[in-house]
């Protein structure tokens, strides 16, 4: 089995044409035992005897490793959540008043309106869609059965929002971004 050194050196030689597939595979395998696990090598305990060391440099302990002990780091979408949320709050609290034009304006300039199916009874979303039974939709809310499903217009859903303070964002996610980046 190829050190972890020699196997960097092996992926460098046939990234740059040095090495052919086919022989680089035949060095990779070569001495390669049935059942033969990297972290049971000379090589793998040297280098995680460097990395690792023998104790816990948080708690000291010798008994249980743990790696990313006490601590996970944040996800991507977390600190874009965290940031979002900080620049809306501080544009809302400079008590900034956009009508509902400017605010419908926007939304039909910087994103695609994906209508959710609702209900035409209750008004809940996303009703169930049969393969076979008659009539094609049931909501699984009121148990109303139905053929043709409602959806609310994209003025519909500013008033709505307008009008409750505690509505900050539309609970369906049918407004998409424009902008192919930002999806």
Not at 54 to 69: R, V, Y
Request: proline share 3%.
């Amino acid at each position: 089995m190829l050190t972890y050194n020699a196997l960097i050196e092996l992926r460098d030689k046939l990234v740059n044409g040095k090495i052919e597939l086919e022989l680089a595979k035949a060095q990779c395998w070569d001495n390669l035992k049935e059942g033969q696990r990297s972290w049971h090598t000379k090589d793998w305990k040297d280098r995680r005897a460097e990395i690792i060391k023998d104790k816990c440099e948080i708690c000291n302990s010798k008994e249980t490793l743990t790696i990313q002990h006490r601590s996970h780091p944040k996800k991507y979408y977390d600190y874009e959540n965290e940031v979002t949320r900080k620049y809306v709050n501080d544009l809302a609290d400079s008590n900034l008043i956009f009508s509902k034009s400017e605010f419908l304006d926007h939304i039909l300039k910087n994103y695609n309106y994906l209508p959710v199916a609702l209900c035409p009874n209750c008004k809940s979303r996303k009703p169930n869609k049969r393969m076979t039974k008659k009539p094609v939709f049931l909501c699984t809310n009121c148990h109303f059965e139905f053929d043709d499903i409602t959806f609310n217009s994209v003025e519909n859903l500013v008033e709505i929002f307008y009008e409750s303070e505690d509505v900050i964002e539309i609970k369906d996610k049918c407004f998409v971004s424009k902008d192919k980046w930002k999806n």
